[in-house]
């Protein structure tokens, strides 16, 4: 919300306040200040001239060379190439030396032979936007109205038009809609400075004949239109508005387009209710007609697009067309135009869901919906009808008909509120007494009655973010003034630790570290398409996704079953900008349908993913980082089991990693096509574990192992297989046969040669016994180790080498 500082002044006395001053404390008291620019930011020796000759240039057509008057002796010489310049216009010179918007300094010089003392100046130069400049000034010089005869020539540009002014920038919270608006603004700093608040006059002084007898209104759907109040100027002159009103508007960020349409955006940015002006020519019976729209019914709105409605959208109509979408934005068929004569002014009320909805599906916000959506009280219409028309007296619009058409089905009762006194004390931690607190809220425009502890609160219809006694805490707590509430430190005895299951997650987390893995986060919602990019078959579960009802976008319409896909994006997205080793992992929800279709929310499933990729990474790194969170996580008697089937992952270079037959997890080498899927180039290495499960048998206490008394003594075995047993395999019969004796068993080589049969292998491995109260004698390890050879020949078929 864009305030000028002038603008505020006329609603509030600020006089003895600086700037400074009134940032801070509209800043203490919640009005949160996000800029404060100044309107003419570096202009200098810019000043008030009038044009008293014109001729044109000896050697250039498009330029003219005039005389103009700025308040000294003897006019200056001055060249451009405007070409809405005239005589007697009264225009902003920038004289020699002067600076204008954007650090440019003005110097006399020649312009095709002739000089030039100076330069007139258009809006853009004196800093406006572009956006917000009026037509008849887009390509040409800004002419003053002097039709007051106010101006003085020689006098600086500032002072006209309340041009030296600040813009203060407000971040309006939606809760606040009050705020949209300058009466909004006005009251907050009238009751943060304790002054008074002034209201626009809304007299009006001729009105003739009665709209009784121009217009009736229908309201066919009260629930989306609460109230529609409407009145009639006649006899209209369109034309460009006054300087001041056009100087309001651009101050505040909106372009001027014409008288009315400009009073109708000035006394919404007054006021904060949106208005409509019709061309009640257009009407069709003279009747308003408020209803749902027809199902694919079309209306052109003001910027020139069709748009298809349907019946849930409410529509302004005569009885025979619709002139106007409820809230969003008016109709081609009765715009204002330069041959109006006749206009309606609607102050309406809409639904704000209702609105919010028809912006949406059409893909179409202004400043009306923008305010609708938000919420718009029904207390003000009369008020802003009255402003509006004694606006369009004041500069002469047309003739203002009397009485206003007012249907207003959706009355009620102003709210009420009960507070405690002693409870606002104590729960701000302050001491203020009730007729203090009282003065604190009726600075608001709150009524209130004491009785003992006691206050009532009737609370301004304004004001619909005010419902419960809590909501009247943080009125006081701001008016009085957050930075005069002392400090104190928190009671109770409350205090907060981690869960067990938080800190097994930080356990794991800081493994992954120590592995060089960093952690991503990745958004819970995906494409459906997600599964299919993973090659998931059609019979998994995982495909079972929960979809959302309003999702952003198709690509994100699903919640998560896995978080391979956000993996493998993260992956992608990484080597794709030539990130030569990617190292990532993921501690997340997945979402599980407890049926389908879909009636009650989903289950949760904490799961992990772990994945690496880059020229010196393999299948064994990926394990080495899965061996060190288990081994962290005192887990221990899992095993690698191949996996061949699952279509994720390459056949051959995938295998489950299971516990006491629960299966933790699945790791290996990604598929090519669900690379290509992802637009991988490098191979990819991925595991994805049951975070659940290894919560449940995470064993983090650790028992004291003394230091070995007995010396260890140790046997190599290699052994000739067949290619398809697995070292797991081995290692399984070797633990299994080892007795308490066995210490530790390691795999050292692998080889296949000339000497070895086709389809076998040699397998070496070397194995540490120790007993923990004697020194072993070789015919108590020997007597293991045959009993270690004779398994392995009759389960996996090996022959010593």
Known sequence: MLVPVKWLEKYVDISGLTLKEIEECLILTGSNIETVDEVLEGVQKVVVGRIEKIEGHPDAEKLIVMDVNVGEPETIQIVTGATNCFEGAYVPVALNGSWISGGVKIKKGKLRGVVSNGMLCSLEELGFDKKAVPKEFDNGILILDNADNSLVLGQPIQEV???????????????????????????????????????????????????????????????????????????????????????????????????????????????????????????????????????????????????????????????????????????????????????????????????????????????????????????????????????????????????????????????????????????????????????????????????????????????????????????????????????????????????????????ARHTMFACGVNEITTYSFVSPSAVDMIQLPESSVLRNQVRLLNPLGEEYSAMRTTLVPNLLEVIARNVNRSIEEVKAFEIGNTFLPKQMPVTELPVEKKAMVIGIAGKKEDFFTLKGSVVSLLDKLGIDNYKFEAEKHHKTYHPGRCATIVWNNHVLGTMGEVHPRVLENFNIKDRAYVAELDFNTLLQITRTD???????????????????????????????????????????????DVYKGKQIEEGHKSMAYAMVFRHADKTLTDEEVNKVFERILEALKEKVNAELR
């Not at 190599?716 to 210490?743: C, F, P, Q, S, Y």
């Open 161 to 507: 038009a309340d041009m030296g002014d600040h813009v203060i920038e407000f971040e309006i919270t939606p809760n606040r809609p009050d705020c949209l608006s300058m009466i909004g603004m006005a009251r907050e700093t009238a009751a943060t400075f304790n002054r008074k608040l002034v209201w626009p006059d809304m007299t009006i002084k001729h009105q003739e004949d009665h709209i009784e007898n121009y217009c009736k209104i229908e309201i066919k759907d009260p629930e989306l239109c609460p109230r529609y109040a409407a009145k009639m100027i006649k006899d209209v002159k369109i034309g460009p508005s006054p300087l001041w009103l056009q100087m309001a508007l651009m101050k505040a960020g909106m372009r001027p387009i014409s008288n009315i349409v400009d009073i109708t955006n000035y006394v919404m940015l007054e006021m904060g209710h949106p208005i409509h002006a019709f061309d009640f020519d257009c009407i069709e019976d003279k009747t308003i007609v408020v209803r749902r729209a027809q199902q694919d019914e079309v209306i052109l709105t003001l910027d020139e697009q069709e748009r298809k409605l349907n019946d849930d959208m409410l529509v302004i109509a005569d009885p025979k067309k619709a002139v106007a979408i409820a809230g969003v934005m008016g109709g081609g068929n009765s715009d204002i135009s330069e041959s109006t004569k006749n206009i309606l002014i609607e102050v309406a009320n809409f639904h704000k869901s209702s609105v919010r909805k028809t912006s949406k599906d059409l893909g179409l916000r202004s400043e009306a919906s923008s305010r609708f959506e938000k919420g718009v009280s029904t207390y003000t219409n009369e008020m802003v009808l009255n402003r509006v028309c004694h606006l369009a007296e004041l500069i002469g619009v047309g003739t203002i008909v009397d009485g206003i058409v007012d249907n207003y089905p959706g009355k009620h009762e102003p709210v009420t509120i009960e507070v405690s006194v002693s409870h606002i004390n104590k729960r701000i931690g302050i001491n203020l007494e009730a007729d203090k607190m009282a003065a604190l809220l009726n600075n608001l425009e709150i009524e209130t009655k004491i009785d003992g502890d006691k206050i009532t609160c009737e609370i301004p219809e304004c004001r619909m973010d005010l419902y419960e006694e809590h909501d009247i805490v943080e009125e006081v707590a701001r008016l009085y003034g957050y930075d005069k509430i002392p400090m104190t430190i928190p009671k109770g005895a409350n205090w907060g630790a981690k869960t067990n299951g938080q800190l097994i997650e930080d356990l």
């Open 702 to 748: 650790r028992l004291y192992q003394p230091i070995p008394k007995f010396p260890a003594m140790t046997r190599d075995i290699a052994m000739i297989v067949k290619d398809d047993v697995t070292a797991g395999e081995i290692l399984e019969v070797i633990k299994d046969n080892g007795g308490n004796i066995l210490e530790s068993v390691k795999l050292f």
